[in-house]
């Protein structure tokens, strides 16, 4: 079991300082400081993962010392802290980074700052016994209150807003990174109060899954973020019929430009019109005899080869970005599919 558990944490350290690197060395495609933040996330879990394969060979892994360890419940703040930057980057909150972290980091700071630098003397817990015994103490409980606040942290951040408009990640990716953060967060509150050596090793798995994750997505799928907004105006409506339905859809689809938003769907945007889906469907049918999906997806398109041919020398992955696509799969899938060709054939085809 124990050359098993080796063997899987090399993976980790190799894997995660090989994201790194990748990452490091295409930091400049984005317009934030995500793959900043995720190369420096991923050498330093290699470092941790590192001295976690000496610990376990020595025998002294967090599920065999004591209870509350200063350094096992301040130290994964700042590292909590620092998973917390990612989402914040891509997600774009209109609120300014300067009063965004003050407001999150100040507060943990302090504690943390507190939690190692004030000269505390620790009371060791081996047993639930010196917990309870020791429970009132005021060492005791401000570790008690760190990994309390810790957990909390983790689930704030599916509290933080998402705008399609600002941001240049995709909704689910975002959750998907909320709930894996969440995830490593309470493995790591319950290995603190039980010490159970199966919690160390779903830890590290979730740790292993978290970071190839968003390795795969920023270096895969993730569209560059756009440096400015487009100057092209959105294309004209088609001419609309003598249909009230169809005309409010024309109408509600340019509102706030809703047909770029990556969120839009048949069924939300019947709701939005306070109609259901079927009539939605139909009008499509009728006036475009194309589906609500193709009709979108046509005018994204559409509005990509337009800009395309009268400025080839846009990047297109901030175009892509801005009619709606996060993930490059997706937008390079639909864009052959509309022109018969891809992207780089397309503007080959231009010049």
């Given at each position: 079991?124990?050359?098993?558990a080796t063997?899987?944490?090399?993976?980790?350290?190799?894997s995660?300082?090989?994201?790194?690197?990748?990452?490091?060395?295409?930091?400049?495609?984005?317009?934030?400081?995500?793959?900043?933040?995720?190369?420096v996330?991923?050498?330093a879990s290699s470092?941790?993962?590192?001295t976690?394969?000496?610990?376990?060979?020595?025998?002294?892994?967090?599920?065999?010392?004591?209870f509350?360890?200063?350094?096992?419940?301040?130290v994964?703040?700042?590292?909590?802290?620092?998973?917390?930057?990612?989402?914040?980057?891509?997600?774009?909150?209109?609120?300014?980074?300067?009063?965004?972290?003050?407001?999150?980091?100040?507060?943990?700071?302090?504690?943390?700052?507190?939690?190692l630098?004030?000269?505390i003397?620790?009371?060791?817990?081996y047993?639930?016994t010196?917990?309870?015994?020791?429970?009132?103490?005021?060492?005791?409980?401000?570790?008690?209150?760190?990994?309390?606040?810790?957990?909390?942290?983790?689930?704030?951040?599916l509290?933080?807003?998402y705008d399609?408009?600002?941001?240049?990640?995709?909704?689910?990716?975002?959750?998907?990174?909320?709930?894996?953060?969440?995830?490593?967060?309470?493995?790591?509150f319950?290995?603190?109060?039980t010490h159970?050596?199966?919690?160390?090793?779903?830890?590290?798995?979730?740790?292993?899954?978290?970071?190839?994750?968003?390795?795969?997505y920023?270096l895969?799928?993730?569209?560059?973020?756009?440096?400015?907004?487009?100057?092209?105006?959105?294309?004209?409506?088609?001419?609309?019929?003598?249909d009230?339905?169809?005309?409010?859809?024309?109408?509600s689809?340019?509102?706030?430009?809703?047909?770029?938003?990556?969120?839009l769907?048949?069924?939300?945007?019947?709701?939005?019109?306070?109609?259901?889906r079927?009539?939605?469907g139909?009008?499509?049918?009728?006036?475009?005899?194309?589906?609500?999906?193709?009709?979108?997806?046509?005018?994204r398109?559409d509005?990509?080869?337009?800009?395309?041919?009268?400025?080839?020398?846009?990047?297109?992955?901030?175009?892509?970005n801005?009619?709606?696509?996060?993930?490059?799969s997706?937008?390079?899938?639909?864009?052959?599919?509309?022109?018969?060709?891809t992207?780089?054939?397309?503007?080959?085809?231009?010049?």
């Amino acid at each position: 079991m124990k050359y098993i558990a080796t063997l899987f944490l090399v993976l980790m350290m190799v894997s995660h300082a090989t994201c790194g690197v990748l990452l490091w060395r295409r930091r400049n495609e984005t317009g934030d400081y995500s793959r900043y933040i995720q190369a420096v996330l991923s050498w330093a879990s290699s470092f941790f993962t590192m001295t976690f394969i000496f610990r376990t060979w020595a025998e002294t892994t967090t599920a065999d010392g004591a209870f509350f360890e200063p350094e096992h419940t301040f130290v994964p703040i700042i590292f909590q802290m620092t998973y917390f930057l990612y989402p914040l980057e891509v997600i774009r909150p209109t609120v300014g980074r300067t009063k965004v972290y003050a407001i999150l980091f100040a507060p943990l700071l302090l504690l943390v700052s507190v939690g190692l630098c004030a000269g505390i003397e620790y009371t060791p817990l081996y047993t639930y016994t010196d917990v309870w015994n020791h429970i009132g103490e005021f060492n005791v409980l401000l570790r008690l209150f760190a990994l309390v606040m810790m957990l909390l942290y983790c689930f704030s951040l599916l509290l933080v807003p998402y705008d399609w408009k600002q941001s240049c990640a995709d909704k689910k990716f975002i959750m998907s990174y909320a709930l894996g953060f969440c995830l490593i967060g309470l493995l790591h509150f319950i290995i603190q109060i039980t010490h159970m050596y199966q919690f160390v090793l779903l830890h590290q798995i979730a740790w292993f899954g978290f970071f190839m994750l968003v390795a795969y997505y920023e270096l895969k799928e993730r569209l560059l973020v756009p440096h400015t907004a487009a100057e092209q105006e959105i294309a004209e409506a088609p001419q609309s019929s003598e249909d009230k339905l169809w005309a409010q859809i024309l109408l509600s689809l340019d509102m706030n430009d809703k047909w770029r938003s990556p969120e839009l769907s048949l069924t939300s945007f019947a709701e939005q019109l306070g109609t259901n889906r079927t009539y939605v469907g139909d009008a499509f049918k009728r006036n475009t005899e194309m589906t609500f999906v193709e009709y979108i997806t046509h005018r994204r398109i559409d509005y990509v080869v337009e800009t395309l041919k009268s400025k080839p020398d846009v990047n297109i992955h901030e175009l892509f970005n801005y009619v709606g696509y996060r993930q490059r799969s997706t937008a390079w899938r639909n864009f052959q599919k509309v022109t018969g060709m891809t992207p780089h054939e397309f503007l080959e085809s231009i010049k």
